[in-house]
């Protein structure tokens, strides 16, 4: 019993001892003088925080493969993540001249359209009467990746003008 009442004892100054050696030992003392200011960083370019990318690809004949009675070409593109898959937008351009023209693309029989998942852009190119189409040549193509808030805060766009789209998220060639 007194074995226990020893150990009983013991574990209670081990504690108390404990608690108090955490206790503040004063007041707190002077605030220490200001640091020096650090230097200013460089201006970034202005741009849209919700439009995720704006690339523009140029994609040769040997970038298709043809695949039965078409022809399918890829382009990778990070900023399509899954939150953009289910509710953005990405908006794929076929420059003409000096026109960026949206994505199909209708040419009499001949059409190119595009589907995108995560990360990727996949491009395909038919012809309406299932004839096998003539390989694409060298074509540029411009991307843009909007998320789902852009496109509520800009109901009234028309993703179809490549300019509209420019000028409404403040996009930069």
């Known amino acids: 019993m007194k074995t226990k009442n020893l150990l009983i004892v013991g574990l209670l100054f081990a504690g108390t001892t404990l608690i108090s050696s955490c206790a ?17 960083g460089t201006n970034g370019t202005n741009g849209n925080a919700n439009v995720i990318g704006t690339n523009t690809v140029t994609l040769t004949s040997s970038s298709w493969t043809l695949n039965g009675s078409f022809y399918q070409a890829s382009i990778t593109a990070v900023g399509i993540t899954q939150a953009i898959v289910d509710k953005g937008s990405v908006q794929v351009y076929i420059q003409y001249g000096t026109t960026w023209y949206n994505l199909p693309d209708i040419n009499g029989i001949n059409s190119t359209v595009c589907g995108f998942s995560v990360g990727n852009i996949k491009l395909l190119n038919s012809n309406a009467d299932n004839s096998t189409p003539t390989i694409p040549g060298t074509q540029t193509y411009r991307v843009v990746i909007i998320a789902a808030s852009n496109l509520i805060a800009h109901p009234n766009v028309n993703f179809k003008n490549y300019i509209e789209v420019q000028n409404a998220f403040n996009l930069k060639d």
């Open 24 to 40: 503040k030992d004063g007041a707190t003392g002077p605030a220490g003088p200001a640091g020096t200011n650090g230097t200013n």
